[in-house]
């Protein structure tokens, strides 16, 4: 069974730091991209940050660039968004998302459950 938990969402002050975790099992978690998503009340989901299955190639959206870090570690089938410097914007429920290899059947990308972060002013 294919799982991707997220955790270390929480309530912290602006200006604050967290640290997300996203433990991969049921899949061979070196083989995958991760890409960490969010979506705020009333909004559209965004992609916030992706990194590729070796970890040598990161993406982040503008919004979050020189603030966040997306990183991996595949021998802890773990992967890690560190938030920095939040902002009140950052609010938001927070998913990783894994998209499926092509010689995989069924869904196009599992996701996770979500972690929420709520960033006060």
């Known amino acids: 069974q294919v799982q991707l938990v997220e955790s270390g969402g929480g309530l912290v002050q602006s200006g604050g730091s967290l640290r997300l975790s996203c433990k991969g099992s049921g899949i061979i978690f070196s083989l995958y991209a991760v890409r960490w998503y969010r979506q705020a009340p009333g909004k559209e989901r965004e992609l916030v940050a992706l990194?590729?299955?070796?970890?040598?190639?990161?993406y982040y959206a503008d919004s979050v660039k020189g603030r966040f870090t997306i990183s991996r570690d595949n021998a802890k089938n773990l992967g890690y968004l560190q938030m920095n410097n939040l902002k009140p914007e950052d609010t938001a429920v927070y998913y990783c998302n894994a998209p499926k290899l092509t010689t995989e059947s069924g869904p196009d990308e599992y996701w996770g459950q979500g972690t929420q972060v709520t960033v006060s002013s």
């Open positions: 990194i590729n299955s070796r970890g040598t190639a990161n």
